[in-house]
């Protein structure tokens, strides 16, 4: 790898936007945000140094909690200055180029595309709901749902210490085998219900614990594209709250988020029109 | 939570659905490394090739594999407790009943695993 000045900049890429839009005043992951305008569409950029930014030392900036939070936030806050102006397809974090010319040259190369995924965003947000199961309100609640559970308890009164003991044991195995299928069921239908009220949606892996900070369980971790001031996803929400509010399970709503997840992961210019 | 006012035609006018405060950092995360479009641009960072020492960072690019790993699969297309974990609870009660000689609701015959 050839050797770097201090100053040498590059240019650091966090989406694209219709080509008459403004920078968006939110400071980026260093300094300002300007506009590279290609044709009909426009890269939001920050020039960046490569000292911190290359591929080889920018390794050793990912392994600091701190400097990648700092960044990822910036990243974001860049994207949703811009999801206030118009559409904005969002790039994944540390997207590079050398110069100026290869920049302008994909833009007019993947203009038509990037055109298209505008086009199909415009005038809509992606919102997140994470359903959480409180598992000690769930098993309260199932005690009272389950006839199976109900029966073992006045026997397990009745019995013996001995057969009270094996029946206990029994009794708790039923319980976590109703409660998972209550937990799935609820998932399910969830997501059936907040994709119904969405024109598009997404369901990814559950966050593990060490990462949410949450003890709860996380039932799903829903993704859904739904146009700017629809009120019937909120609806939909509010509904779901009530129907499972006596098992212990919640939800939460974010968003506006830029629709991370209603953009392809990749351009293609071999693939044409998707 | 009551129900939230997305008022405004328009993207321009979003009402933020974060009760005040920044957003979490395990949703940001989420999104800007893992989604959004990937372009091999002129400087290439592949994330998933770089060690990070981060806990949180490898349990979040794992996480997906790993779960895979486990039979937790339902977010591809179903949300679903993967079929291993049903089939385990199944096969456990049945070693217990077993054990303390109580009958199984299948009448005792079938101690195979699960009905898969």
């Not at chain 1, 790898?1 to 966090?14: D, F, K, P, S």
């Not at chain 1, 559970?149 to 044991?169: C, N, S, T």
């Not at chain 1, 598009?200 to 990462?211: C, D, G, K, M």
Request: hydrophobic residues 40%; charged residues 30%; glycine residues 12%.
């Amino acid at each position: 790898m050839e050797a770097r000045t201090a100053t040498e900049l590059g240019w650091y890429v966090y989406g694209v936007v219709d080509a008459g839009a403004a920078a968006p005043q939110e400071g980026g992951v260093e300094g300002d945000v300007a506009v590279v305008a290609e044709g009909s569409v426009a890269a939001l950029v920050s020039r960046v140094p490569l000292t911190v930014y290359g591929e080889e030392p920018v390794r050793a900036r990912l392994e600091d909690p701190g400097w990648l939070e700092e960044k990822a936030r910036a990243h974001e806050a860049v994207l949703e200055g811009a999801l206030r102006a118009g559409p904005v397809v969002p790039f994944r974090f540390l997207t590079l180029y050398r110069d100026e010319d290869e920049l302008r040259a994909f833009l007019a190369a993947r203009g038509g595309e990037l055109r298209d995924v505008l086009e199909r965003i415009r005038g809509k947000v992606e919102l997140g709901v994470k359903v959480f199961a409180d598992r000690a309100r769930l098993a309260a609640g199932l005690a009272q749902e389950s006839d199976e559970v109900r029966e073992l308890d006045a026997a397990i009164a009745a019995a013996a210490p001995g057969k009270a003991y094996l029946l206990r044991r029994r009794r708790d195995e039923l319980a976590k085998e109703h409660a998972a299928r209550v937990l799935r069921d609820c998932a399910r239908a969830s997501h059936g219900r907040l994709s119904a009220a969405a024109e598009a949606a997404v369901s990814n892996p559950p966050q593990p614990r060490e990462l949410s900070g949450r003890d709860a369980q996380m039932l799903l971790n829903g993704a859904y594209l739904v146009p700017a001031g629809d009120a019937g996803f909120a609806a939909a929400v509010a509904g779901l709250e009530d129907e499972y509010r006596h098992l212990g399970v919640t939800f939460e709503l974010t968003g506006p988020w830029p629709p991370y997840n209603f953009v392809p992961p990749g351009l293609s210019a071999d693939e044409g029109r998707r | 939570m009551s129900a939230r006012d997305l008022s405004g035609p328009t993207t321009g006018d979003v009402t933020p659905y974060r009760s005040g405060g920044p957003a979490q950092l395990a949703d940001v995360l989420e999104r800007v490394l893992d989604k959004g479009i990937v372009i091999a641009g002129d400087i290439q960072i592949n994330l998933l090739d770089i060690e990070l020492l981060t806990v949180r960072l490898r349990l979040l690019i794992a996480s997906a594999d790993k779960a895979r790993e486990m039979g937790i699969d339902w977010w591809e297309g179903d949300p679903f407790l993967g079929r291993g974990g049903q089939r385990s609870l199944d096969e456990r009660l049945k070693r217990l009943e077993a054990a303390s000689g109580i009958e199984s609701d299948d009448g005792g015959g079938d101690r195979d695993t699960g009905s898969e």
